[in-house]
């Protein structure tokens, strides 16, 4: 018997006509986008579907990446594929929690609506930063950047990539130390701001002042949360974690470490491209791991599981 995870990417594997062949296609991925299309400020079947300058932009990107994930999870579900449990990285985190019933679908893309334009406006364009560090490990970068000012891990992403985050200069600063320790490669990402990092603090309260009105409901099955990488089986525990996940840093290899430590053998990445498969590639060869991203991967996968 298979124990199967549904796992969704974070914010930078969005892309124009992620979701378009589902709201074509599928009924219940329709009924994803529409309801979402009532419940925004902005039209997000246009963000997803046709070429656009906002699909990048944080306060946007993230409420139209997570409609596509609960789209196309929703067809999923129709299909008879569940999980036994969930986990999402970083701002894929919502989707997981969604798909484990913890809080409902408009819920979930409303409030990440707000956190993108939280996290957009938490620091100016162009103070802070991201970098990702490849080829050490992550005692290695945590030595590297230690008693450094500004600058702390973002993301532990797999074995050789950790994304650190802080104030520009700082990471910046951060290259020749990690170089020192033998990192191959640091790579200054696109993005707008130093996420996952101290700095995000204000945001992630502003945040708090939306989750406390969500109806958060009990969790039918567990989730992995970023903050620690353990299981979150009480709903209530959710608001506080999600508060804190957005200045703390995403624990993306100890949690997928948890989850086949205890049995999930079977990994369904859910959303645009194939980060997160790439990801458990190098955490553990021996797992199984399929990519839904496309409405023509629903039918595979269902020939793939029986």
């Known amino acids: 018997m298979k124990k199967i995870a549904f796992i969704y990417p974070g914010q930078g594997a969005q892309k124009v006509g992620m979701g378009k062949d589902f709201y074509e296609q599928g009924m219940l991925a329709r009924a994803v986008y529409d309801k979402a299309e009532e419940l925004l400020d902005f039209s997000v079947k246009d963000i997803c579907f046709e070429e656009n300058d906002l699909i990048n932009n944080t306060a946007y990107t993230q409420a139209a990446l997570v409609t596509t994930c609960l789209a ?3 067809e999923l579900n129709a299909a008879g594929v569940n999980p036994d449990a969930t986990a999402g990285l970083s701002l894929g ?4 929690i969604a798909a484990a019933k913890g809080m409902s679908y408009e819920d979930a893309i409303l409030l ?7 996290m957009n406006e938490a620091v100016p364009d162009g103070v802070g930063g991201m970098a990702a560090v490849l080829g050490l490990t992550k ?6 950047i230690d008693g ?6 973002a993301n532990y992403n797999c074995p050789g990539q950790i994304v650190i985050t802080g104030m520009k200069e700082a990471v910046a600063a951060a ?17 707008s701001g130093p996420f996952h990092s101290s700095f995000l603090t204000k945001a992630g309260e502003q945040l708090d002042e939306e989750l406390s009105k969500v109806s ?3 969790l039918a099955i567990p989730y992995v949360t970023n903050v620690t ?3 979150v089986n009480d709903i209530s525990e959710t608001r506080e974690l999600l508060k804190q996940q957005v200045s703390s840093s995403v624990r993306w290899e100890q949690s997928m470490e948890l989850l086949i430590q205890d049995g999930f053998d079977t990994f369904i990445e859910i959303g645009p491209g194939k980060t997160l498969s790439g990801f458990m590639r190098k955490i553990n060869k021996d797992v199984t791991v399929y990519s839904v991203s496309a409405y023509e991967d629903v039918a595979k996968l269902l020939e793939s599981l029986k």
Do not use: C, H, W
């Open 229 to 231: 990488a353990q299981y």
């Open 175 to 191: 290259e020749a130390p990690l170089k020192e320790k033998g990192a191959k490669r640091v790579l200054p990402l696109n993005v």
């Open 112 to 118: 990440v609506r707000k956190r993108g334009i939280y």
């Open 72 to 74: 196309m999870t929703a």
């Open 139 to 144: 005692e290695q970068v945590e030595e590297a």
């Open 93 to 96: 985190e919502y989707a997981a």
């Open 216 to 218: 958060f409901t009990t």
């Open 148 to 153: 450094m000012e500004d600058v702390s891990i």
